[in-house]
């Protein structure tokens, strides 16, 4: 006998079934897709968290006018000071009359502290800022070994940058030379105090020059120091990228005095410009980075090298970059500083030396390292009473904070030396052999940075990896677990549909059954 189902039974199954699994499919696919919403966003934070912090560093590092880091650059925060020690010379008259090894005290320190601030800021369309620097020194005779009055007996440079000047001149022109400096009872060495030695004093054959030397040649002062111009306002108008429209030229220089490249040099290379002033560089530093930095006075870009890891006041790390021991080296150690021989080879400096002649209206200045440090030995055992160089004393090195590109310590360490040619028709000089004269070195720099700086270093070095961290552990744990439950409970709800549908069905043909026999029952 064949069995009919009801439609009416039919419509029951499947409101039943439609009921379990739209209630179950709201609830439950809904939080699985919450859950691969989380593993997403994990994903995200994994790949990209650090791409947006680094948006938001470029962003605050840039020189926005208004903004705290403008503020920072524009009038920095610290106190830098610059720490002198002068070479006196102990036995002039011996060593002018009988040809005796120069002897020298190094004096020292003499320390003065300094004021930095930007000043007539213009900012330009093609998203430069161009200004003056403004330095004011004061000397600090409590940190200091002596007053800066304290006498010394050094090389008169002037004296001795004219004679060296006059080697290859025309024979007749020395000897009128030798009559002059007689006249003028110039001597080869001056007695000066340490404050005149930096910021000048009175010279005899510069004040003549004024009159007899043409216009275009004439220096532009009138006395001589190594710091002689340098208390006050800069002449120069330096031009520097403001990181606004590209943050990987933030800090360097466009262009200083108007010009975009030096004129000294042999190669568009040593001629370039682009380096920073020191105390900023682009962010985001890895350890394979050259940093360039450029100062008139070094009169070319000097490259400093990573050398290792440190750590400065306030727990701020920061990565330490100092020149390679071969940027003074001589051509056959270093070839590519052929480009820094202007007339070839024969006019290249001695090893450890840099030629600034150049830069230095043609006196034979030569830059070092204090000490000589990195230099042939000869040169300092050419001159009795100097130490053997010391690295953590003599080396020059910038420790900077690698995310934001600021300088956190620095030590400009740096000897001027002249370069004295012996002149045999200059009697005052006749004597006077070929050497490298150490005239003094000097160390400036900062220990640290004020501690809303370092703060706010710490808080973008340290607390956005944290935060990763917790977001990704948040996202992938609460995704995750999410997830397993909604799997869980859909093949457990699953399962449960399925017992419920077949009970179902039995129920059905059990009452059918059943009807059947009743109504077998009735027809008999």
Not at 39 to 66: E, K
Not at 314 to 319: A, T, Y
Not at 352 to 369: A, R
Not at 497 to 519: R, V, W
Request: charged share 20%; with cysteine; glycine share 6%.
């Amino acid at each position: 006998m064949t069995i009919v189902k009801s439609p009416k039974m039919n419509g029951q199954q499947h409101k039943l079934c439609t009921k379990l699994s739209s209630a179950y499919l709201r609830k439950w696919w809904f939080t699985i897709a919450v859950s691969v919403l989380l593993l997403i966003l994990g994903i995200l934070v994994v790949c990209y968290f650090f791409t947006l912090i680094n948006a938001v560093v470029d962003y605050q590092v840039a020189l926005r006018p208004g903004g705290q880091t403008y503020g920072w650059w524009a009038k920095p925060p610290v106190e830098p000071k610059i720490s002198v020690y002068v070479y006196n010379v102990t036995n002039a008259n011996e060593f002018l009359s009988n040809g005796s090894k120069p002897i020298v005290n190094e004096v020292g320190p003499y320390v003065y502290t300094e004021s930095w601030e930007k000043v007539n800021i213009v900012k330009n369309e093609n998203g430069t800022l161009s200004y003056n620097v403004r330095k004011i020194y004061v000397f600090r005779e409590e940190l200091s070994a002596g007053s800066d009055d304290d006498v010394v007996i050094v090389p008169n440079i002037p004296m001795l940058s004219a004679t060296s000047q006059s080697k290859h001149a025309a024979r007749f022109l020395r000897l009128a030379m030798a009559s002059i400096m007689d006249i003028l009872k110039i001597k080869p060495f001056v007695q000066v105090s340490v404050g005149q030695l930096l910021w000048g004093y009175e010279d005899p054959l510069l004040k003549l020059a004024k009159d007899v030397v043409p216009k275009e040649q004439k220096l532009p002062y009138e006395e001589f120091g190594l710091m002689y111009g340098k208390n006050g306002t800069s002449p120069d108008r330096v031009t520097i990228f403001s990181g606004v429209e590209d943050v990987t030229k933030f800090g360097i220089i466009d262009k200083y005095n108007g010009k975009s490249h030096l004129p000294h040099w042999l190669s568009e290379e040593c001629n370039t410009l682009n380096g920073t002033d020191g105390s900023i560089f682009p962010p985001h530093i890895d350890e394979q980075r050259i940093l360039y930095i450029y100062d008139k006075d070094l009169c070319r870009l000097m490259p400093l090298h990573f050398e290792k890891e440190v750590e400065t006041k306030g727990g701020v790390k920061g990565f330490r970059f100092s020149p390679p021991t071969n940027v003074f080296a001589d051509v056959e150690r270093n070839p590519g500083n052929m480009c820094f021989c202007p007339a070839g080879q024969p006019s290249c400096a001695p090893n450890g030396l840099f030629n600034v002649s150049l830069c230095q209206y043609d006196s034979p200045v030569m830059l070092s390292f204090p000490h000589f440090y990195l230099a042939d030995d000869s040169l300092r055992t050419a001159i009795e009473g100097i130490s053997p160089p010391e690295k953590e004393k003599h080396q020059l090195f910038i420790d900077v904070q690698p995310v934001m590109g600021t300088t956190l310590r620095a030590r400009a360490r740096v000897q001027i030396n002249l370069a004295v040619s012996q002149v045999f028709d200059i009697k005052q000089v006749a004597n006077f052999p070929d050497i490298i004269f150490p005239i003094l070195w000097f160390e400036e720099g900062i220990d640290y940075l004020p501690d809303e700086i370092t703060d706010l270093m710490n808080f973008a070095t340290t607390v956005p990896p944290k935060i990763r961290v917790i977001l990704t552990i948040i996202f992938f744990a609460i995704g995750a677990l999410l997830l397993l439950i909604s799997v869980f409970c859909l093949i457990r709800n699953s399962h449960r549909q399925s017992t419920l549908h077949l009970e179902g069905n039995n129920y059905l043909a059990t009452a059918q059954i059943d009807m059947q026999k009743k109504m077998a029952k009735e027809r008999y």
